[in-house]
């Protein structure tokens, strides 16, 4: 306190103005003592209350500096954080604390949709420390605009005698606009419809049926700003679902997006009502933007990364993916792990494109990798070694589930068909090892898989060869 006092004091004495009020004073204090007098009194007085306003005055812009400090400063943390974050759950972590701290919320909700998943991750982190963060999950349907479900409506407008006439739904999934009412709709409800989007559809019964008819559509309340307000409504609606699955109060909501689509929102929660200040919402909004980007970075990356390791024409890993997961794979082997390969090669593949064109040895090979894909185990991890040959990596199999393995995949590929392209079958050749101790160098275990394959080829082709 003592310490704020000394603060204000020095300000007060750095400013012009704070100096001329205090000679002022001291003017008027002298000739109050020396010639007393009511004037003098009451310019004394006046003096003092412009002087008492100016402090206030000052210790206001003290605070509000303050304030705007703090609130950048709070900022920058979060960029810093940000800037280092190279996973979606780094990101989150990244702006929590901050955040929280920034805000005064009490609660922070981060909701994404994962790119890997059908579904809203919702993670919710108090600010307190040492509590613990909770996650949830939420259905993509979420991230749609609730006005827009609204806009839908089909509904069926019967006639009777001397009856007005009645708006019924007839979709089981459409929403009436609370705005309209259940089922009385009014005509100044009611207004041009949109140049784009879908057109709600009017049924009316005439003596001939049923006759459909554009329907105009029903008014929305004022939308604020990001494509007619949509993008607010999504992450207002986001907070609503977290409300109701954890009973937070005094919500504040900003939508993420990337790649111009909403793709979550980060929630805000405080357990008084009192209102949310100015600098909450624009260090949320802020921390949204800057978020989404952050999201956006790492989605791109992982994107470039996944295209890099995956083979586009039969949408397997590829020997770049095989290779760096063999170099992850021998950093973590135990004592105890044993590791197979599969070499797989289709027989005769060069014949198969001379006689029936590449397009057709393309989607022979896009075949292939499905059958190889669905044959192998869960854990196993099938790629496209180069051209015609696959390789299939096996973890922990002894040499019998190896061999079996491989045989699943000789039959899987054996009874694909190839009809429809002209093609009466093919088959594969399968080599196998299997490395049954540690020390064993992996790239051991793969030439005498190759080895493997090539006695299956001089052998008759279409069979499995162990090593």
Same mark, same amino acid.
């Not at 004091?9 to 001329?20: D, E, K, M």
């Not at 101790?437 to 499995?464: C, F, N, S, T, W």
């Given at each position: ?59 206001? %812009? ?35 604390? *901050? ?5 005064? $919320? ?12 059908? /579904? ?21 349907? %979420? ?18 005698? +001397?009856? @007005? ?21 009014? @005509? ?7 140049? #784009? ?11 001939? +049926? ?6 105009? &559509? ?51 929660? &405080? ?6 200040? *100015? #600098?909450?919402?624009?260090?949320? %909004? ?10 956006? &970075? ?19 890993? /590829? ?20 590791? +197979? ?11 198969? /494109? ?33 051209? *015609? ?6 973890? /922990? ?8 393995? +491989? *045989? ?20 594969? #050749?399968?080599?196998? $090892? ?34």
């Amino acid at each position: 306190m003592a310490e704020r006092a000394g603060s204000l004091l020095r300000g007060l004495f750095r400013r012009p103005v704070t100096l001329a009020f205090i000679a002022l004073a001291a003017v008027e204090f002298v000739r109050l003592l020396l010639e007393p007098s009511l004037i003098d009194l009451v310019a004394l007085a006046l003096v003092g209350v412009a002087g008492a306003i100016t402090v206030w005055e000052h210790e206001r %812009e003290v605070l509000l500096d303050g304030s705007r400090r703090g609130e950048a400063e709070s900022f920058a943390r979060i960029l810093r954080g940000l800037s280092r974050s190279v996973s979606p759950d780094a990101i989150v972590d990244a702006i929590v604390e *901050e955040l929280g701290a920034g805000t005064g $919320a009490d609660h922070v909700a981060v909701v994404r949709r994962r790119p890997e998943t059908r /579904n809203l991750e919702a993670i919710l982190s108090p600010t307190r420390p040492g509590a613990a963060a909770s996650r949830t999950t939420l259905p993509l349907r %979420e991230l749609e605009d609730p006005a827009a479900e609204q806009a839908v409506v089909e509904v069926a407008i019967t006639a009777s005698r +001397g009856r @007005p006439l009645t708006a019924i739904p007839v979709v089981p999934d459409a929403r009436v606009d609370p705005h309209l009412g259940s089922l009385g709709i009014s @005509p100044d409800d009611w207004v041009a419809p949109a140049a #784009s989007g879908p057109v709600p559809v009017l049924r009316e019964w005439t003596g001939a +049926g049923l006759a459909t008819r554009s329907a105009p &559509r029903p008014r929305r309340p004022h939308a604020g700003p990001g494509r007619d307000g949509a993008d607010q409504r999504i992450a207002d609606r986001i907070a609503r679902r977290l409300q109701d699955a954890y009973g937070l109060r005094n919500l504040r909501a900003a939508p993420l997006r990337v790649n111009g689509r909403v793709e979550g929102a980060i929630v805000l929660s &405080r357990r008084t009502n009192a209102p949310w200040p *100015e #600098s909450a919402g624009r260090l949320l %909004e802020a921390a949204a933007v800057e978020t989404s980007a952050a999201l956006a &970075r790492v989605y791109s990356m992982r994107d470039a990364e996944a295209r890099a390791t995956t083979d586009a024409l039969t949408g397997l890993p /590829n020997r770049r993916y095989f290779d760096e997961y063999l170099g992850l794979l021998s950093r973590r082997r135990r004592a105890e792990d044993r590791v +197979g390969v599969l070499m797989v090669d289709i027989d005769r593949f060069k014949l198969l /494109n001379d006689t029936f064109g590449h397009a057709v040895g393309d989607h022979v090979l896009r075949e292939v990798a499905q059958a190889i894909a669905g044959a192998v185990r869960e854990g196993d991890v099938p790629v496209r070694f180069g051209g *015609e040959e696959f390789a299939v990596l096996l973890r /922990n199999p002894s040499l019998e589930i190896a061999v079996e393995v +491989g *045989e699943r995949v000789r039959r899987s590929v054996s009874s694909l068909d190839l009809a429809r392209m002209g093609v009466p079958g093919v088959s594969v #050749s399968v080599g196998v $090892a299997v490395a049954e101790e540690a020390d064993i160098p992996l790239d051991v275990v793969i030439d005498e898989a190759d080895q493997a394959l090539y006695r299956a080829k001089r052998g008759g082709r279409d069979r499995v060869v162990a090593a």
